[in-house]
Nanobody, 125 residues
Framework: VQLQASGGGLVQAGGSLRLTCVAS????????MAWFRQAPGKEREFVAS????????YYTDSVKGRFTISRDNVKNTATLQMNSLKVEDTAVYSCAAAGGYGTEKRSWPSEYSYWGQGTQVTVSS
């Protein structure tokens, strides 16, 4: 599966952005989808994931209540709605896909076989 992420940009603190990951290839519904981010000088960090059915959703603690992950298995898209953005949310955000119908949390980059290119999110104070 090939992944294409978009939607990043520059926004003021408190603002919102919506990231979209479009998947091509077959059997999108068989993949867990996730968003990771990497800030300069830091390791890649798990942000959120959503299982194949859309019901197994996990977030890292720092984004709970502010970010919402969703998917559309007809349009082959995964979306990350980011509200109340903070300066510390600044990073390159990448979408990723992991095969299988598991419902457990997958928060390690090594668990994901497919990656899209990153999209820059910059939050100014």
């Amino acid at each position: 599966v090939q992944l294409q992420a978009s939607g990043g940009g520059l926004v003021q603190a408190g603002g919102s952005l919506r990231l979209t990951c479009v998947a091509s290839g077959r059997a999108f519904s068989a993949y867990t989808m996730a968003w990771f981010r990497q800030a300069p000088g830091k390791e890649r960090e798990f942000v959120a994931s959503i299982g194949w059915s859309g019901r197994s959703i996990y977030y890292t603690d720092s984004v709970k209540g502010r970010f919402t992950i969703s998917r559309d298995n007809v349009k082959n898209t995964a979306t990350l709605q980011m509200n109340s953005l903070k300066v510390e949310d600044t990073a390159v955000y990448s979408c990723a896909a992991a095969g299988g119908y598991g419902t457990e949390k997958r928060s390690w980059p090594s668990e994901y076989s497919y990656w899209g290119q990153g999209t820059q999110v910059t939050v100014s104070s």
